[in-house]
């Protein structure tokens, strides 16, 4: 059994120019010690599919069914309470941006005190002893200063590991990291996905992990599911889809992803994708990436594609997908390219 799996989940909002398909039956499974990678255009889905895995969609607009199950529980069917035993100690998450996560009020001792505090049931000096134990873990220096400290005292790149350690306080059996190296320069962007690496690797967590950037996916993930206008429309093994992706949405990802020439120079322009995406609120009745393919055909225009295998362990929802590579899927350049 998966660690997370999650059939058929839809999300929607009301909104003021109608109901909003922020996700429209999505599927996925994560095992344990698995890292799932989920991409796409801001607005596709990605950080509402986390939201509601943990249950902090808005009250009052929003509206999820489907069923996500952790550890054979449907998340969506427990109470608030029940909810509270979970989110923070079994699944933790690792917010978008720390300035705006962390409470600039409170001590970085004492938010990180706090979890242990609610989810184990600590006193105060085993809870200041756990968290000193957590910044050394996540390679903070002088961690008896920095439990002291507000977060506008420490560096971006000191936040996000706080935030890190907040997460992995309870000993979570599921991470959920959603752009956990955005705004960081690229020395603590390496520093950052070597610790959470390093840390899934020993405790067998599985993770999410929600990014625009290849390069990360590249270097964490062993699956990617790509998410446009909040459905999936392809999955498949890191390696498979980086050297032969057959979704033409994911090809001009990764054809808009910037490198340098075989010279050492940068392209004088980038490739984009053109159009924009669909609005939401309009009923999906054909293949919503349609008026930006360069593949598209009529079959398109009047009927959305079905989810369908395409290779080995690959999957795809396109009526005219790339074409197949003939020869054997290797490791791609492409690859190396964006981890530098």
């Known amino acids: ?22 996700v429209d039956g999505l599927s996925l499974s994560v095992d344990a010690g698995q890292v ?23 009250e009052g607009i929003s509206r999820a069914d489907g069923t996500i199950r952790f550890e054979g529980r449907d998340l969506l069917a427990l109470t608030d309470r029940e909810m509270q035993k979970i989110r923070g100690k079994a699944v933790s998450m690792v917010f978008q941006e720390p300035m705006t996560s962390l409470n600039p009020v409170l001590t970085v001792g004492r938010q990180i005190g706090e979890t242990l505090r609610l989810h184990e049931g ?5 809870t200041e002893a756990r968290a000193l134990e957590m910044l050394r873990l996540v390679g903070i220096p002088e961690p008896e200063r920095r439990l002291k400290q507000y977060p506008h005292e420490l560096s971006g790149g000191m936040r996000q590991r706080v935030m890190i350690a907040m997460a992995l306080a309870c000993n979570p059996r599921l991470l959920i990291a959603d752009e956990p190296t955005t705004a960081l320069d690229v020395t603590v962007q390496a520093q950052i996905l070597d610790l959470m690496r390093d840390l899934i690797g ?30 999936k429309v392809e999955e498949a093994p890191v390696r498979d889809l980086f050297a032969a992706p057959r979704h033409p949405y994911t090809r001009a990802l990764l054809d808009s992803m910037p490198r340098l020439t075989e010279g050492g120079e940068a392209p004088e322009e980038l490739t984009e994708i053109p159009g924009v995406v669909p609005a939401l609120t309009e009923p999906v009745r054909a293949c919503t990436f349609e008026p930006r ?19 080995d362990d690959h999957m795809v929802a396109c009526w005219n997908p790339e074409p197949q590579p003939d020869a054997a899927v290797a490791e791609p350049r492409r690859q190396g390219e964006m981890k530098a």
């Not at 889905?45 to 986390?50: C, D, L, W, Y």
């Not at 600590?122 to 085993?126: C, D, E, S, T, V």
């Not at 393919?293 to 290779?311: K, N, V």
């Open 122 to 126: 600590l006193g105060r000096r085993a």
């Open 202 to 231: 020993r405790t067998g967590t599985g993770m999410v992990l929600i990014t625009h950037d290849f390069g990360v996916v590249a270097e964490m993930a062993q699956r990617v599911v790509v998410m446009y206008a909040g459905r």
């Open 1 to 22: 059994m998966s660690l997370l799996e999650i059939e058929g989940l839809r999300v929607q909002f009301r909104t003021a120019t109608g109901v909003s398909r922020a």
């Open 293 to 311: 393919c360069p593949r598209a055909s009529d079959q398109c225009r009047t009927l959305y594609p079905p989810f369908r295998e395409c290779g």
């Open 36 to 58: 799932l990678a989920i991409v796409g255009e801001s607005g596709c889905g990605k950080s509402v599919t986390a939201m509601a895995i943990l249950g902090l969609l808005p």
